[in-house]
T-cell receptor, first 111, second 113 residues
């Protein structure tokens, strides 16, 4: 089992809809969770971090964490064509001192 | 603000050649990382340095060496390049290794022929 798993997609949503991106992780002691956005040919950029169970909102983005289910998600409201990118989930266990990435989900926002 | 700067941006090597990828950060971060990114494989950690003076292996360290030259700089060396090392390499830094986000450089696209 991979440490961090994501559906590779592509996930296609129409403009203005809500995009829901999911991530599961295997290490129960994981403490920090991050979502990165990566445009084609560019480097990953951080868009959200979440450390405790529940929801965290930042503009059109909401991160959701459920440690009991070992599940973290990212919701993008009012999706725009500029949101089309690959979204990487990253998990830090706190003990292994490293950030482990999923393979990413490619999001396509259609007009 | 420069952030994390990597050089070079592109490089073509012949099998068996050596080279060093340079990385520098100006954010006064303690921790630095080298990742490689291959299609369908996501980002995989090669080596990391939790703080100045320390380095540790990541998930895929074979064929690579690193040097944490000072707090700002962390270099990655390929002693004898192989086609399997064709990849995009990213350097990243963070305040510390736990519970803090990492910031990435612009990447180095390396091709080994």
């Amino acid at each position: 089992q991979k440490e961090v798993e994501q559906n590779s997609g592509p996930l296609s949503v129409p403009e203005g809809a809500i995009a829901s991106l999911n991530c599961t992780y295997s290490d129960r002691v994981s403490q920090s969770f991050f979502w990165y956005r990566q445009y084609s040919g560019k480097s990953p950029e951080l868009i959200m971090s979440i450390y405790s169970n529940g929801d965290k909102e930042d503009g059109r983005f909401t991160a959701q964490l459920n440690k009991a289910s070992q599940y973290v998600s990212l919701l993008i409201r009012d999706s725009q064509p500029s949101d089309s990118a690959t979204y990487l989930c990253a998990v830090n266990t706190g003990t292994a001192s490293k950030l482990t990435f999923g393979t990413g989900t490619r999001l396509q926002v259609t007009l | 603000n420069a952030g994390v700067t990597q050089t070079p941006k592109f490089q073509v090597l012949k099998t068996g050649q050596s080279m060093t990828l340079q990385c520098a950060q100006d954010m006064n971060h303690n921790s630095m990382y080298w990742y490689r990114q291959d299609p369908g494989m996501g980002l995989r950690l090669i080596y990391y340095s939790a703080s100045e003076g320390t380095t540790d292996k990541g998930e895929v360290p074979n064929g690579y060496n690193v040097s944490r030259l000072n707090k700002r700089e962390f270099s990655l060396r390929l002693e004898s390049a192989a086609p399997s090392q064709t990849s995009v390499y990213f350097c990243a830094s963070s305040v510390q290794t736990t519970d803090t986000e990492a910031f990435f450089g612009q990447g180095t696209r390396l091709t080994v022929v």
